[in-house]
T-cell receptor, first 116, second 113 residues
């Protein structure tokens, strides 16, 4: 079955610390997409990244980096030198052909608190 | 360009009332999705449109929920005879195609008393 697990419910860090948000997924398909979204207090889901299952290269975008490992079915997200504005709920998500390619399955989210 | 917009942003309804939630997708986006997000949870899929065709409504929790997109642009999610368990944030998303990245609106927070 398709499933996304974000084991960390809440994480609290002090500004400038690095923090990693874990994501483990399950899928029957060899072709799938993984996503990370940010949900600030305003409520809108902000798209951060999309990776397809054939591209295991890690990606860096400014202070954000993502580590995709198919061997462990993980797609972890690291924020370097965290800032107060990073405080939000972060969702990892999966879509695959089995779900029609459009039915995105979300994890329960990890709430990140960054304290000044 | 403009993102996905939703209205109203907040809705309070008495149990048994009907409500209608509106979504304006990004211009040119063919695919439109509705999700329900309960407090403290991730969004859960409700239904999917490609243009005006509703291709999947497997996530709608009951026959009280109805969605339409008659002209392939604006969509309305209607909930009849609302119940307290319908209280949630209803998110709309759109994309260029069904397998493309979905961009979300701000959501409508529904509270049923």
């Amino acid at each position: 079955a398709q499933k996304v697990t974000q084991a960390q419910t809440e994480i609290s860090v002090v500004e400038k610390e690095d923090v990693t948000l874990d994501c483990v997924y399950e899928t029957r398909d060899t072709t799938y997409y993984l996503f990370w979204y940010k949900q600030p207090p305003s409520g809108e889901l902000v798209f951060l990244i999309r990776r397809n299952s054939f591209d295991e290269q890690n990606e860096i975008s400014g202070r954000y980096s993502w580590n995709f490992q198919k061997s462990t079915s993980s797609f972890n997200f690291t924020i370097t030198a965290s800032q107060v504005v990073d405080s939000a709920v972060y969702f990892c998500a999966l879509s695959d052909a089995y779900t029609g390619g459009f039915k995105t399955i979300f994890g329960a989210g990890t709430r990140l608190f960054v304290k000044a | 360009g403009a993102g996905v917009s939703q209205s109203p942003r907040y809705k309070v309804a008495k149990r048994g009332q009907d409500v209608a939630l509106r979504c304006d997708p990004i211009s040119g986006h063919v695919s439109l999705f509705w999700y329900q997000q309960a407090l403290g949870q991730g969004p859960e899929f409700l239904t999917y449109f490609q243009n005006e065709a509703q291709l999947d409504k497997s996530g709608l929790p009951s026959d009280r929920f109805f969605a339409e997109r008659p002209e392939g642009s604006v969509s309305t999610l209607k909930i009849q005879r609302t119940q307290q368990e319908d209280s949630a944030v209803y998110l709309c998303a759109s994309s260029y195609g069904k397998e493309e990245t979905q961009y979300f609106g701000p959501g409508t927070r529904l509270l049923v008393l």
